[in-house]
């Protein structure tokens, strides 16, 4: 059983940070899951934001490569997202994501690949 939760969402001004967590409330091991970073704008569809794989292998989306920061703790069952420079356009709903598979990337994994979700939490950047 996996029962994911976010934090960490907050109004913000652009160029501010943000550190977003997702726990296991499950209590789960999750070390052998990819897990991953989506969001969901206003009347856009949901995209993979970042993922990071059993290994500690990171990817991001082009729109947030050098920003963003995905991690993982040590027991692999709370998932980070650093969030530097931020921008109007990062505003959205930002929900992680796990799935049972070793591997992940954001070129070859699909938001419908994932099988936990968490509820969201709310990301807003205003310029």
């Known amino acids: 059983q996996v029962q994911l939760v976010e934090s960490g969402g907050a109004s913000v001004q652009a160029g501010g940070s943000l550190r977003l967590s997702c726990g296991n409330s499950?209590?789960?091991?999750?070390?052998?899951?990819?897990m991953g970073w989506f969001r969901q704008a206003p009347d856009k569809e949901r995209e993979g934001v970042a993922m990071?794989?059993?290994?500690?292998?990171?990817t991001y989306a082009e729109s947030v490569e050098g920003r963003f920061t995905i991690s993982r703790d040590n027991a692999g069952n709370t998932l980070y997202l650093q969030m530097n420079s931020l921008i109007p356009g990062d505003t959205a709903m930002y929900y992680c994501?796990?799935?049972?598979?070793?591997?992940?990337?954001?070129?070859?994994?699909?938001?419908?690949?994932?099988?936990?979700w968490g509820q969201g939490t709310q990301v807003n950047v205003s310029s």
């Open positions: 990071i794989d059993s290994r500690g292998t990171a």
């Open positions: 499950a209590y789960t091991y999750l070390g052998t899951a990819c």
């Open positions: 994501a796990a799935i049972w598979r070793p591997r992940c990337t954001i070129e070859s994994t699909a938001s419908a690949d994932f099988t936990y």
